[in-house]
């Protein structure tokens, strides 16, 4: 397993976009902290090759080892991916991170997220 950092892809007025890339099955990313924007997009895309992408959050800040779960799109459904997508996250956690699991040795997801 890795922990893949972030980077800021875009800062423009209120909005900034972030980004994990070239994440594989395995892999997680280095969590954001960004409990001050309430609106969170999230858009997967690459290749996915069986893998899962599945977008975590977590309130735990008195911890080095936060405990994650699943967060949901506003239908409540989980923010799980297995093809490219983007949707509007429902909660607003302290940490966001994304998990992979599964897919091959060509499997290759980049993750961003869209903050306002």
Request: proline residues 4%; glycine residues 10%; charged residues 20%.
């Amino acid at each position: 397993m890795s922990i893949i950092t972030l980077s800021e892809e875009l800062t423009a007025g209120k909005f900034k976009v972030i980004k994990w890339a070239g994440m594989k099955g395995g892999d997680v990313g280095q969590p954001l902290f960004i409990p001050d924007a309430a609106d969170k997009t999230i858009h997967v895309k690459g290749t996915f090759t069986g893998a899962t992408a599945v977008i975590q959050g977590s309130n735990d800040l008195e911890t080095k080892t936060p405990e994650y779960d699943t967060l949901h799109k506003t239908d409540l459904s989980d923010l799980s991916f297995t093809v490219k997508g983007i949707f509007f996250i429902s909660e607003n956690p302290n940490l966001i991170r994304p998990s992979v699991s599964g897919g091959d040795g060509s499997t290759s997801l980049d993750i961003s997220i869209c903050l306002k």
